[in-house]
């Protein structure tokens, strides 16, 4: 089937107020409202680096906000691997998505139809780093999006 199956969401200066992997549930901290509002329509899954799990899950539960999963992510690894995990079809487009280069030649444009691989999932993080990862970026049907909290 077609259509956005995942939305994955970064938590620390996206979803939520807090920064630098502290506990959302020290302090007076907020969610997003335009974010939380996707959790409505879409499956959301935080893909972290804040250790906090338990934390955000309360944190999330006393704002209605709902969501599939919380996944924290360790240092090293990548939130493609996650991402992979929760929708393995995401990896599994690459093969329409690339196009030979020697398909792509000015003159024969007009024959060669261009191959678009739908979009699948949107990725939402503050962190361009994340974004631009190759493990990430590499991922067919996945759009990311670079989100910037306005008043921090």
Same mark, same amino acid.
Request: net charge neutral.
């Given at each position: 089937?077609?259509?956005?199956?995942?939305?994955?969401?970064?938590?620390?200066?996206?979803?939520?107020?807090?920064?630098?992997?502290?506990?959302?549930?020290?302090?007076?901290?907020?969610?997003?409202?335009?974010?939380?509002?996707?959790?409505?329509?879409?499956?959301?899954?935080?893909?972290?680096?804040?250790?906090?799990?338990?934390?955000?899950?309360?944190?999330?539960?006393?704002?209605?906000?709902?969501?599939?999963?919380?996944?924290?992510?360790?240092?090293?690894?990548?939130?493609?691997?996650?991402?992979?995990?929760?929708?393995?079809?995401?990896?599994?487009?690459?093969?329409?998505? /690339?196009?030979?280069?020697?398909?792509?030649?000015?003159?024969?444009?007009?024959?060669?139809?261009?191959?678009?691989?739908?979009?699948?999932?949107?990725?939402?993080?503050?962190?361009?780093?994340?974004?631009?990862?190759?493990?990430?970026?590499?991922?067919?049907?996945?759009?990311?999006?670079?989100? /910037?909290?306005?008043?921090?």
């Amino acid at each position: 089937g077609g259509g956005l199956r995942a939305v994955f969401l970064d938590f620390d200066r996206t979803l939520c107020s807090t920064k630098a992997g502290r506990s959302p549930l020290l302090g007076l901290h907020n969610v997003d409202p335009e974010l939380a509002s996707l959790c409505t329509t879409y499956p959301v899954y935080v893909v972290t680096r804040n250790p906090h799990e338990a934390e955000i899950v309360t944190f999330l539960e006393q704002r209605g906000v709902a969501v599939a999963r919380v996944c924290v992510v360790p240092k090293r690894a990548s939130k493609a691997d996650v991402m992979v995990q929760v929708l393995p079809s995401l990896k599994s487009g690459s093969q329409q998505a /690339r196009v030979s280069p020697y398909e792509a030649h000015d003159d024969d444009a007009a024959r060669a139809p261009e191959r678009v691989t739908p979009v699948q999932a949107v990725f939402v993080d503050d962190d361009v780093r994340e974004l631009m990862r190759p493990s990430v970026s590499e991922l067919p049907g996945l759009l990311r999006v670079l989100f /910037r909290r306005t008043g921090l």
